[in-house]
């Protein structure tokens, strides 16, 4: 099974900071995606990446696929106390079958 | 998208009992999913429910413990086993969208082995 190193695990800024969350493998990855999930609920789809270097941008996220698609970033820009929540990425072993890096708990205090 | 139901949200059971985990997709899918989600941790992937067939399970899962079906292309079912409190965790299924790359996931069966 292919692992995905993701970091930091806990991260709390304050409203307006910037961040960026890292996912890492050593591991090749047929595309990456990137998930919010709130408490009670399912991870919810945020984007998925699948060319080396490609660049998504969702309102004031950025997600980033690395060149050699091992890595990539997720990177808010001025954060607000509605982006907390749970990030996980997820990269597709094939088939879909999708494994989950350990998630980044993210906390905006206003 | 797709919307995916699952029932029950939540149960409380005890230990050497069985619980069976209904998932309702709202449109033909056709790759089916099941994931265990343990407290404050992340997803790890049960197997993949094949409609039609047995499912294909991840190292670490076996069909006696955790038994699936998939009677069509909207449909499915987990069934943990025997469970003991270690079984205690969130499971979710989660379907494949129109496109390859998009999964949709349920909202979770919160389960608690006393």
């Known amino acids: 099974t292919q692992l995905l190193e993701q970091s930091p695990q806990f991260l709390s800024i304050q409203e307006g900071e910037n961040l960026t969350v890292y996912c890492n493998s050593s591991?090749?990855?047929?595309?990456l995606q990137w998930y919010r999930q709130e408490p009670g609920e399912g991870p919810v789809l945020l984007v998925t990446v699948v060319t080396g270097g490609e660049v998504k941008k969702l309102k004031r996220l950025t997600f980033q696929f690395g060149d050699a698609r091992k890595d990539s970033s997720l990177h808010i820009t001025a954060a607000q106390p509605g982006d907390t929540g749970l990030y996980l990425c997820?990269?597709?072993?094939?088939?879909?079958?999708?494994?989950f890096g350990q998630g980044t708990r993210l906390t905006i205090n206003p | 998208s797709a919307v995916i139901s699952q029932k029950p949200s939540r149960d409380i059971c005890q230990r050497g009992t069985s619980l069976t985990i209904q998932c309702q997709v709202d449109?033909?899918?056709?790759?089916m999913f099941w994931y265990r989600q343990q407290p404050g941790q992340s997803l790890t992937l049960i197997a993949t429910a094949n409609q039609g067939s047995e499912a294909t399970y991840e190292s670490g899962f076996v069909i006696d413990k955790f038994p699936i079906s998939r009677p069509n292309l909207t449909f499915s079912t987990l069934t943990v086993s025997n469970m003991s409190p270690e079984d205690s965790s969130i499971y979710l299924c989660?379907?494949?969208?129109?496109?390859?790359?998009?999964?949709?996931f349920g909202p979770g069966t919160r389960l608690t082995v006393t």
């Open positions: 997820a990269g597709d072993q094939g088939a879909q079958k999708l494994v």
């Open positions: 989660s379907a494949m969208g129109l496109s390859y790359y998009e999964q949709y």
């Open positions: 591991s090749v990855f047929s595309s």
């Open positions: 449109s033909q899918v056709t790759m």
